[in-house]
């Protein structure tokens, strides 16, 4: 039986790492390593790294907001100016209370008729920097918005070209995470990083400046104790960064979870493991909980200090100030714009401790978004690229060994040459390299030595995108999309008439039970094809690879889920098809590739044999035993 950490020795892990400063051992499924035992120069110079690289995404991250700078610098222009009329609010209740309410010198009626005025120019003051706090604000929100649809766009565009292996690596939940969760959290960073910052900044020396000019007595009292605040506040938030880094790899890790639970419902309920994937779900965000408790608790604390070096201040000023406006040394308009001015301090400051902890999850997101902009794309063209002939006359594996990981080779001194127009059977068992085989065909990967050669020339010398316009891939596991049956078989080729999309139904064999449905061709069949048969949903997968007419046809296991009869008719109508085109196939059936022009039979990743059905039928070798093997399979069957 499997065992798993129990939730307290997960959480026991994660606070041990959290004092240690491992950060890679913060995310509850990161991978356990050896740097526990790493000497300390090699720790140091690991941190190094992290802050190389995040010092790196936050370059790449100014210079890609450097397109929205006339927003950005129109958003911080309206800042300085609402807080600058912010900034005259306490001038003007120092004016009201000493120059007008208590001064003996005027009437009732001058009073009055001061105090009018005033008020009417405070008022039209609040009422324009409302106005003008409305305009910032919507901007601001206008602003996120171009910045997350752009981060967006940029970011899905990087998924798309990025290499095989690091999509398959990164899993579905961190790339949905990616794109929603963590690009608009990274949207905040330039009003939380930036804007808010250095606003916040310049109102607090502005007020400052107007306390040390009221009392500097008063001001340096008062403003002893902001550095002790700002030292806390960026030890704290330094510390609290990891762990929302932690929580989002985590959160990814939970979410692909749970599409993996309901995209293989089927398999879920067929091995009654309902309890087990709640207890999967429940755990992680069990743990993904306690980690925003344990951060909530460092940032309450930070708080709480705030709270008492700030209500000190306060206490400060009444007490100092009192004394100086006793002795004649202050007024009270002093004292009460003296006070607000404290309060206009205090608040910048506030709101720059509170954006450090916001700050930090902004951070921790924009490091992950930026980790995928950065990476490599799939297979750059090379600036001599030049576009993939329109006709195929020979594919040649010249010496080609292939490697997934190092030092592993899946295929090894792989050579064979296949002319145009030929059908190509791949047999032997599974891990053989069949379907590495047509991955390197369809450029999925590259060969870790050797070449792959149309007509002669290494396909890695075309232009990626003119090559695949050259091939059709019907998959071993179908993936149909959430749309109509006409929209998916179209996906090829979305041009395409409707007539031409009914034709490659009807070769495919599925124009008939197409009609049958509902709303026919318009019939919507659900994620992954879900409401569709296997042997449906496989024949439309071939009708799409037949409506793209493609030169280089790859068939992996193409009739592997239909019925005796529907893949005799589908075979019937494919020989016509793939005349003159190059085809790869792969068949568990080897009654299905009697017709190959070429059948290679490899075995770990090499070819062993190789000629038509009848040439190998002759040798009495691998492939004579394994048809033998199948033929006396099937008598049993039935």
């Known amino acids: 039986m499997f065992h798993t950490p129990s939730s307290r020795q997960r959480y026991q892990r994660f606070k041990d790492a959290f004092r240690s400063g491992d950060l890679k051992q913060l995310s509850l499924y990161g991978k356990r390593n050896d740097d526990d035992a790493a000497p300390a120069d090699e720790a140091d110079s690991k941190k190094g790294k992290r802050k190389q690289r995040r010092r790196k995404y936050l370059r790449e991250y100014v210079r890609w907001l450097w397109r929205f700078w006339p927003t950005a610098v129109l958003l911080i222009l309206l800042s300085l100016?609402?807080?600058?009329?912010?900034?005259?609010?306490?001038?003007?209740?120092?004016?009201?209370?000493?120059?007008?309410?208590?001064?003996?010198?005027?009437?009732?009626?001058?009073?009055?008729?001061?105090?009018?005025?005033?008020?009417?120019?405070?008022?039209?003051?609040?009422?324009?920097?409302?106005?003008?706090?409305?305009?910032?604000?919507?901007?601001?929100?206008?602003?996120?918005?171009r910045v997350v649809l752009s981060l967006r766009k940029s970011l899905f565009d990087r998924l798309l070209k990025l290499p095989l292996r690091e999509l398959t690596d990164m899993k579905t939940g961190g790339v949905i995470s990616r794109l929603t969760g963590d690009v608009?959290?990274?949207?905040?960073?330039?009003?939380?990083?930036?804007?808010?910052?250095?606003?916040?900044?310049?109102?607090?020396?502005?007020?400052?400046?107007?306390?040390?000019?009221?009392?500097?007595?008063?001001?340096?009292?008062?403003?002893?104790?902001?550095?002790?605040?700002?030292?806390?506040?960026?030890?704290?938030?330094?510390?609290?960064?990891?762990?929302?880094?932690?929580?989002?790899?985590?959160?990814?890790?939970?979410?692909?979870?749970?599409?993996?639970?309901?995209?293989?419902?089927?398999?879920?309920?067929?091995?009654?493991?309902?309890?087990?994937?709640?207890?999967?779900?429940?755990?992680?965000?069990?743990?993904?909980?306690?980690?925003?408790?344990?951060?909530?608790?460092?940032?309450?604390?930070?708080?709480?200090?705030?709270?008492?070096?700030?209500?000190?201040?306060?206490?400060?000023?009444?007490?100092?100030?009192?004394?100086?406006?006793?002795?004649?040394?202050?007024?009270?308009?002093?004292?009460?714009?003296?006070?607000?001015?404290?309060?206009?301090?205090?608040?910048?400051?506030?709101?720059?401790?509170?954006?450090?902890?916001?700050?930090?999850?902004?951070?921790?997101?924009?490091?992950?978004v930026f980790e995928v902009l950065g990476m490599p794309e799939d297979k750059p063209d090379k600036d001599t690229a030049i576009d993939a002939p329109d006709h195929v006359h020979q594919i040649h594996f010249d010496q080609v060994t292939f490697e997934y990981n190092e030092g592993q080779p899946v295929l090894c001194g792989f050579d064979v040459r296949i002319p145009g127009g030929s059908v190509v059977a791949l047999v032997g068992r599974s891990g053989a390299g069949k379907t590495t085989v047509t991955d390197l065909v369809a450029r999925f990967y590259d060969p870790t030595v050797g070449a792959i050669r149309l007509n002669e020339m290494d396909i890695r010398d075309f232009r990626l995108q003119s090559y695949r316009n050259l091939l059709g891939i019907v998959q071993q596991d179908v993936f149909l999309f959430d749309g109509t049956v006409a929209e998916n078989i179209a996906y090829g080729r979305p041009n395409a008439t409707m007539d031409e999309v009914i034709d490659a139904a009807r070769r495919a064999n599925a124009h008939r039970f197409i009609v049958e449905l509902k709303d026919g061709y318009d019939s919507l069949i659900g994620e992954r094809g879900v409401k569709l048969s296997g042997?449906?949903?496989?024949?439309?997968?071939?009708?799409?690879?037949?409506?793209?007419?493609?030169?280089?046809?790859?068939?992996?296991?193409?009739?592997?889920?239909?019925?005796?009869?529907?893949?005799?008719?589908?075979?019937?109508?494919?020989?016509?098809?793939?005349?003159?085109?190059?085809?790869?196939?792969?068949?568990?059936?080897?009654?299905?590739?009697?017709?190959?022009?070429?059948?290679?039979?490899?075995?770990?990743?090499?070819?062993?044999?190789?000629?038509?059905?009848?040439?190998?039928?002759?040798?009495?070798?691998?492939?004579?035993?394994?048809?033998?093997?199948?033929?006396?399979?099937?008598?049993?069957?039935?």
Do not use: C
């Open 184 to 368: 608009n959290t990274t949207s905040g960073l330039l009003q939380l990083g930036v804007i808010s910052p250095g606003v916040s900044a310049i109102r607090l020396v502005i007020a400052m400046v107007m306390l040390l000019f009221l009392n500097w007595r008063l001001a340096l009292a008062a403003l002893a104790i902001l550095p002790i605040v700002m030292a806390i506040s960026f030890l704290v938030s330094k510390r609290i960064r990891p762990i929302y880094r932690a929580i989002r790899d985590d959160s990814a890790h939970v979410d692909g979870r749970v599409g993996e639970t309901f995209g293989g419902i089927r398999v879920v309920r067929g091995f009654r493991r309902e309890s087990l994937e709640r207890q999967h779900y429940l755990i992680g965000r069990h743990e993904i909980v306690r980690k925003q408790l344990f951060a909530n608790r460092r940032e309450i604390a930070l708080w709480t200090v705030w709270g008492a070096l700030m209500a000190s201040v306060g206490l400060i000023t009444v007490w100092f100030g009192g004394r100086l406006q006793v002795q004649g040394r202050a007024s009270i308009g002093d004292i009460m714009a003296f006070q607000w001015y404290t309060f206009l301090l205090l608040n910048p400051v506030w709101q720059i401790v509170n954006s450090f902890s916001e700050l930090q999850r902004s951070l921790a997101a924009m490091e992950r």
């Open 535 to 638: 042997g449906q949903a496989q024949r439309l997968s071939i009708a799409r690879a037949i409506l793209a007419d493609p030169h280089i046809l790859i068939l992996d296991e193409a009739t592997s889920s239909l019925d005796t009869e529907s893949e005799q008719l589908i075979q019937e109508s494919i020989h016509e098809l793939l005349k003159g085109r190059t085809t790869f196939v792969i068949a568990h059936r080897l009654s299905t590739i009697t017709d190959a022009d070429i059948i290679l039979v490899l075995e770990e990743g090499r070819i062993i044999e190789q000629g038509s059905h009848a040439q190998l039928m002759s040798e009495n070798g691998v492939y004579h035993q394994m048809v033998l093997r199948q033929q006396q399979s099937m008598q049993f069957q039935r």
């Open 81 to 145: 100016v609402v807080a600058g009329m912010e900034l005259l609010h306490p001038l003007f209740l120092r004016h009201i209370l000493d120059k007008i309410l208590l001064d003996d010198q005027l009437t009732t009626a001058q009073k009055l008729q001061s105090l009018n005025l005033a008020g009417g120019i405070f008022l039209g003051v609040i009422l324009v920097g409302q106005f003008l706090n409305v305009i910032k604000d919507y901007r601001t929100r206008q602003m996120n918005t």
